[in-house]
């Protein structure tokens, strides 16, 4: 009894040490690494590039990739505890996303009525973060398109800048929404994201006359290859 006692104590221990570690290491809060440090073991996931996301001046737009059920966790895991995240229905509700909602604050809205929301406007310019999730498989001009006018909307009313950021690797896992040809049991994922750039920067770097095709070629460059794996 002792003996288990004195395990369960030390397991405790490690695993506050570690969750210490990495809230230091990340700029995340003790709550937030606690949460994560599962799914870091889980998926030797490679998140070297996150404390450059959190420091981001705001006001800022997230936008994520949206391929499996694991954005959600991790982006509530990682991102500032100061981002609002938009959310679809699906995870607004899911049970087991529960404990990873409590880290920041969510609203959920519909997908496919996503829309300039005075609020969400008010939150930027009052130097508030946001985080939405856009699904990887719209193309341009069709009708789920609009979910990128919308949010390339919402960014220039709010004047916020944009960080595109990618799970890599999440596709791969049974958590995914589109079923892969080979699945792999515990894939190791990455996060990728890019530097805080205005729409106005990005499209006029690519020639792009529409903030929503710029943003849509900003999150197509953070996909990068594993984007094409997926398709």
Not at 8 to 27: P, Q, V
Not at 176 to 191: D, E, G, L, V, W
Not at 208 to 222: D, F, G, P, Q, T
Request: one cysteine or more; glycine letters at 4%.
């Amino acid at each position: 009894m002792v003996l288990t006692a004195q395990i369960l104590l030390f397991a405790f221990l490690a695993y506050a040490g570690w969750a210490a570690f990495l809230a230091h290491r990340l700029s995340i809060s003790l709550r937030q690494a606690a949460f994560y440090a599962p799914l870091k073991l889980l998926y030797r996931i490679d998140d070297s590039s996150v404390r450059g996301i959190g420091s981001a001046p705001a006001p800022v737009i997230y936008v994520i990739s949206h391929r499996s059920k694991l954005e959600p966790a991790l982006a509530l895991s990682l991102l500032p505890e100061t981002t609002l995240h938009i959310l679809d229905a699906a995870s607004a509700r899911s049970h087991w996303l529960e404990p990873f909602r409590a880290l920041a604050r969510t609203v959920a809205f519909n997908a496919e009525h996503l829309f300039v929301n005075r609020r969400l406007v008010r939150h930027l310019r009052g130097g508030g973060r946001l985080a939405v999730y856009l699904p990887d498989n719209i193309m341009p001009d069709t009708k789920e398109f609009r979910l990128f006018r919308a949010v390339s909307c919402i960014a220039e009313s709010g004047r916020a800048s944009i960080v595109p950021v990618h799970f890599d690797g999440t596709w791969q896992t049974h958590f995914a929404y589109a079923k892969p040809a080979r699945r792999r049991f515990m894939p190791s994922i990455r996060i990728l994201a890019l530097p805080a750039r205005t729409l106005l920067e990005l499209a006029s770097a690519n020639g792009e006359r529409k903030s929503s095709h710029a943003l849509y070629a900003r999150l197509n460059e953070v996909r990068g290859d594993d984007g094409a794996k997926a398709a």
